[in-house]
Structure formats: structure tokens, C-alpha cells
């Protein structure tokens, strides 16, 4: 049985994430972990692929939350972040944003599109892409 959301509560689909999105609500539901990376200063990442309807993403959680995520989970983050690392997008939870479980293995999701697959590139990159002569070409 899941939670339902509060009243007026809007869910920002997974196709809809853009670099630097901040403060948006969304529901996912956890495909697979992965096995959780430290930083030099000796932090712990967990890394997920998660999903929705509308396709599937990297999420990655920084502490201890994400020790207690499990495959199957429907997870309902407020306060999220979309954010490029190395060219590729990702889902976090901001530094204030609130994680919560609310129900398990029963969510309607695709695996395609999987957005963290895609480069994407800053308008900067774009215009100078756009200027440059083809290969051959002067």
C-alpha cells in the first residue's frame, strides 16, 4: 500500500529532468543498486538506477540513507536535483530535500529512456559545436 501524496502535490516525470533542476517533487521506483563507492574524505555514495513511467535515471544518495534502499522500493523524494556529473544527468536529493519510502514493488515504470545515458552538453559547448566547420570543410 503506498502513501498517498499530499494535497496539491505535482510529480515532476523522470522525462521532463533538466540540468540544474532544484526543488522538485518526484516518485520513483528502485530497479538496481549498485555497489556503494567512498569518497577521499570518506563519504559513502550509493548509486541506484531508478525509474518512472516516463523512463529511468542514475540516483545517487550520499550518507547513510541510502544503506536502507532496496530493489523494489517506491521511493518519494521532495526536494530533488537534477545535476550533470561528467556530461551525464543524475538524480539526488538536495541538501535540505526529504527521501521517504512509501510502498514497494508496485509502481507502472519504463526502463527506456534512460536519461543518464544521454550527453548533454551546456549552451556554451552547443555554440561553439554549432561554429565549428564539418570535418573536410573549411
Do not use: H
Request: proline share 6%.
Amino acid at each position: 500500500m503506498s502513501i498517498p501524496p499530499k494535497p496539491g502535490q505535482q510529480f515532476i516525470p523522470i522525462a521532463k529532468f533538466r540540468p540544474s533542476m532544484r526543488g522538485f517533487d518526484c516518485e520513483i521506483i528502485v530497479l538496481e543498486t549498485a555497489v556503494p563507492t567512498t569518497t577521499r574524505d570518506g563519504q559513502t555514495i550509493y548509486n541506484f538506477l531508478v525509474a518512472d513511467k516516463t523512463g529511468s535515471i542514475l540516483m545517487n544518495i550520499w550518507g547513510d540513507d541510502g544503506r536502507y534502499i532496496r530493489n523494489g522500493d517506491i521511493l518519494r523524494i521532495e526536494g530533488a536535483e537534477a545535476r550533470l556529473f561528467k556530461g551525464f544527468l543524475q538524480l539526488t536529493t538536495a541538501r535540505f530535500g526529504k527521501l521517504k519510502r512509501v510502498g514497494e514493488d508496485t509502481m507502472e515504470f519504463k526502463e527506456q529512456p534512460n536519461i543518464s545515458e544521454l550527453q548533454w552538453v551546456t549552451e556554451q559547448e552547443s555554440k561553439t559545436m554549432q561554429k565549428e566547420p564539418a570535418d573536410g570543410q573549411l
